[in-house]
T-cell receptor, first 115, second 112 residues
């Protein structure tokens, strides 16, 4: 297993366009998280899946954001009608749920630039 | 609410110097505490963790002790190397979901 992979690594889009990012977690991990990181800040939690169920969404996740994990494997994060304030690094992480304090493994992120 | 506060960087040290990066937290319940590291061009990696009060996490010469009485989890290393140059994030993990709450990160630059 090569770890958590995210695609694309970089995305430049015009304001108002829709974008979709993909995350492939480590295969045996049933927990999947999305975070957003802006320059000079730590990652901020966006949403969390256990298998295919989305169990928690941050108040940061406006109605323009939607995430899915249809078969409990890969996940997608879509941003509709992008705004310049959406420019950030979007990070995906996965973990097993054998214990709540197990390590979360992070992907390298998708860097979104809205122009 | 739950939050993490780290000392502001950047921190610039000479090789073999002693490192301390301060981290304090506010949390309800009994979170786990983590230090993650982000090397240039790479993703976040777990450096060490502690799951309950008075636990000490250690890895690669780094240590941190979970201090409930001072709500702190300071990162220390006795002798830093140039290869330790990175951004370090303190985080607390929520017990029911594993969700992480991060500090703002501290950039460490080690000069030869």
């Amino acid at each position: 297993d090569t770890g958590v992979s995210q695609d694309p690594r970089h995305k430049i889009t015009k304001r108002g366009q829709n974008v979709t990012f993909r995350c492939d977690p480590i295969s045996e991990h049933n927990r999947l998280y999305w975070y957003r990181q802006t320059l000079g800040q730590g990652p901020e939690f966006l949403t969390y899946f256990q298998n295919e169920a989305q169990l928690e969404k941050s108040r940061l996740l406006s109605d323009r954001f939607s995430a899915e994990r249809p078969k409990g494997s890969f996940s997608t994060l879509e941003i509709q009608r992008t705004e310049q304030g959406d420019s950030a690094m979007y990070l995906c992480a996965s973990s097993s749920n054998t214990a709540w304090d197990t390590e979360a493994f992070f992907g390298q992120g998708t860097r979104l630039t809205v122009v | 609410g739950n939050s993490v506060t780290q000392m502001e960087g950047p921190v610039t040290l000479s090789e073999e110097a002693f490192l301390t990066i301060n981290c304090t937290y506010t949390a309800t319940g009994y979170p786990s505490l983590f230090w993650y590291v982000q090397y240039p061009g790479e993703g976040l990696q777990l450096l060490l963790k502690a799951t309950k009060a008075d636990d000490k996490g250690s890895n690669k010469g780094f240590e941190a002790t979970y201090r409930k009485e001072t709500t702190s989890f300071h990162l220390e290393k006795g002798s830093v190397q140039v290869s330790d140059s990175a951004v370090y994030f303190c985080a607390l993990g929520m017990s029911n979901t594993g969700k992480l709450i991060f500090g703002q990160g501290t950039t460490l630059q080690v000069k030869p």
